[in-house]
């Protein structure tokens, strides 16, 4: 594994522990979806730079699952990718 696909992952996993601790947490929904479309977007982007598909300065889960999609070997919901880029937004 490259240390740039690492470097995505650890990022993304600290994004799950994060989750972990706050999904319980009504109040905190809203940063729950943000730090879950993180988490997905570095995952992404993890197998981007591993197989070396491009250069890609995007955030939106949909692109970037199209550009991944061959790559990875499980199954991926698309409407929830982009109900996550939606909720996501709302955090500010």
Do not use: P
């Not at 729950?32 to 988490?39: D, I, N, Y």
């Amino acid at each position: 594994m490259k240390k740039i696909t690492k470097e995505w992952l650890i990022s993304a996993e600290d994004d799950f522990e994060v989750i972990n601790k706050i999904i319980d947490a009504k109040h905190l929904t809203h940063r729950v979806a943000f730090h879950s479309q993180q988490a997905i977007e570095k995952c992404f982007k993890a197998v981007i730079e591993e197989f070396e598909l491009g250069i890609i300065k995007i955030h939106d889960l949909e692109t970037l699952f199209n550009k991944v999609e061959n790559y990875i070997h499980f199954k991926v919901e698309i409407e929830t990718l982009k109900e996550l880029d939606k909720l996501s937004l709302l955090t500010d």
